[in-house]
């Protein structure tokens, strides 16, 4: 006789896949575009471009784990950190111009992390039985 009570978790949908896959791509864009962009295409004359390089790379290497691990939590809370990137980018098409291509570029993988990331959180708290309870 088993006491194993645990619930079979489901495996996830085609368009869970889909989303998980866009915010990989854009998560891993942002890791190789940031030391591209700081030491070789755009480096700083004024700063450190290692010192930058870190800095920007810091917040990506918190969600890692649990995005490639496919979890919903961090996927729902990795969006904040995106959005730090959108906001770099679109702040930086305003003053750097020059640097059109990268910034571009920042902004698409960023977009693409946050939306993958959202949407995937989305369907798979749903899924699971995640989501928040509603007000009566």
Known sequence: MSLD???????????????HRITLMG????????PI???WWYPSELYSNKSITIFWLIPLIFPMSGLLKG????HAWSGFIAVMYICHGLAA?????NEIIPIILEIIFATM???????????????LGLQLPKKQ
């Open 5 to 19: 009570n645990s619930k079979k978790i489901e495996a996830p949908s085609e368009q869970m896949l889909k989303a």
């Open 27 to 34: 998560y891993w864009g942002l890791i190789l575009l940031i």
């Open 37 to 39: 962009w700081n030491l």
């Open 71 to 74: 979890k919903a939590y961090t």
């Open 93 to 97: 098409l305003i003053t750097s111009f």
């Open 113 to 127: 992390f946050l939306l993958g990331s959202m949407y995937f959180a989305r369907w798979r708290g749903v899924q």
